[in-house]
């Protein structure tokens, strides 16, 4: 926000100071333009500027009148984030910390396999589910991220590609609990999934959640076609509610009802993961309550070993336990893969990066 004295001569009361243009409300950038008597084509122009043709800056957006470029500076800003810091793995893994005006900060990543560019997003500044093994759960949950502020993550994202590549799938998995921020995710994901956003269908979207009934009844009210991914971690609710504390308010039945739900309205299978902690969640009697609860979906469970975090007492589980758990649930039927962890020198696990990085000098990119 800029003090009074920075005021522009075109200010007015209608429009909010310094706009963040990635929001996806198109009002303000509209009632801009028609209080200038400019034409509202200008808001199609620029919009295909952010998500087509990548601008870095209003600067970029060449075929703008250079006075509308300096009018637009002074009331809206492309970027509201910077850049903390830019990791890169040898798999193609890059992975961004992302810094708000208010110094919070959340984490993103980029994935490449095959001809796959996946991005994983946060929804949230920490988070307030509490899953004990998790190092965003750590220190509780800040504030929500704002509708403008999950699309920056897409698009800071996608300008570290090459020109001629394009995102091809989204998943809400990163910092956060995606569905205690449906309110600023589901514009956002507007965004991403319209033709003139990221054309990013709702089927290549992926949103994982801990498992919050009203908000996957939204979900379902609202006609989304999104893959929905169900954080379980626990086959039985004792050993959830200890893992994954917000259980205790809501029950591993109640979570599986509301995913039957989504799944009937949407008819997209459902996965449900599951990461395995070392002695914890990872014996055979486990695997055998797991095959119980997914019998009779049509579901696919993932299973991911834990990646350690810092300073937390999780461990990987062995591969011995593995393979057992892994063939207690095959031959009971179920649709089992082990995923792949991508981005292990960079510390995928959400919420580790930015616990590691103390606040330094932003680097690197635009902005
Ligand atoms: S695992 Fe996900 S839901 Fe659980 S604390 Fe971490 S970010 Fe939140």
């Given at each position: 926000m800029i003090s009074g004295r920075d005021l522009h001569p075109h200010a007015r009361d209608s429009v909010p100071?310094?706009?963040?243009?990635?929001?996806?409300?198109?009002?303000?950038?509209?009632?801009?333009?028609?209080?200038?008597?400019?034409?509202?084509?200008?808001?199609?122009?620029?919009?295909?500027?952010?998500?087509e043709r990548r601008a870095d800056s209003l600067e970029d957006?060449?075929?703008l009148p250079k006075s509308l470029r300096a009018d637009l500076a002074a009331d809206f800003r492309l970027w509201s984030s910077t850049i903390a810091r830019h990791q890169s793995s040898d798999d193609g893994t890059e992975k961004l910390l992302v810094e708000w005006p208010d110094a919070q900060r959340v984490e993103c990543v980029l994935l490449r396999d095959g001809a796959r560019r996946s991005i994983c997003i946060s929804t949230q500044v920490g988070c307030g589910m509490g899953c004990v093994f998790c190092a965003s759960?750590?220190?509780?949950?800040?504030?929500?991220?704002?509708?403008?502020?999950?699309?920056?993550?897409?698009?800071?994202?996608?300008?570290?590609?090459?020109?001629?590549e394009r995102l091809s799938h989204i998943v809400v998995m990163g910092m956060g609990e995606p569905l205690a921020n449906l309110n600023n995710l589901l514009p956002a994901l507007?965004?991403?999934s319209s033709p003139s956003g990221l054309g990013i269908s709702h089927r290549r979207i992926t949103i994982s959640t801990v498992g919050l009934p009203p908000a996957i009844d939204r979900l379902v009210e609202r006609?989304?076609?999104?893959?929905?991914?169900?954080?379980?971690?626990?086959?039985?609710?004792?050993?959830?509610?200890?893992l994954v504390p917000v259980n205790k308010n809501i029950g591993i039945e109640a979570i599986m009802a509301a995913a039957d739900r989504y799944y009937e309205a949407s008819g997209r299978r459902l996965t449900f993961e599951y990461v395995l902690l070392g002695n914890l969640n990872d014996q055979a009697e486990h695997a055998r309550q797991l095959a119980s609860l997914m019998r009779g979906r049509t579901a696919l469970l993932n299973l991911i070993p834990y990646n350690p975090v810092a300073g937390l007492p999780y461990h990987t589980p062995s591969n011995r336990c593995r393979e057992r758990f892994v063939e207690i649930l095959t031959q009971a039927g179920i649709n089992v893969q082990i995923r792949e962890r991508?981005?292990?020198?960079?510390?995928?696990a959400c919420g580790q990066l930015r616990r590691l990085t103390p606040a330094i000098t932003p680097i690197s990119l635009p902005s």
């Open positions: 100071l310094m706009h963040h243009l990635l929001d996806p409300n198109p009002e303000p950038l509209r009632l801009w333009l028609a209080e200038r008597q400019l034409p509202a084509y200008r808001a199609g122009q620029i919009r295909k500027w952010l998500f957006m060449t075929d759960g750590l220190d509780g949950v800040e504030r929500n991220l704002t509708a403008g502020e999950i699309v920056e993550q897409m698009l800071r994202l996608a300008r570290l590609l090459p020109d001629h507007d965004e991403a006609n989304c076609q999104y893959h929905l991914a169900v954080s379980l971690h626990a086959p039985n609710d004792e050993l959830r509610n200890e991508k981005g292990d020198q960079i510390n995928a």
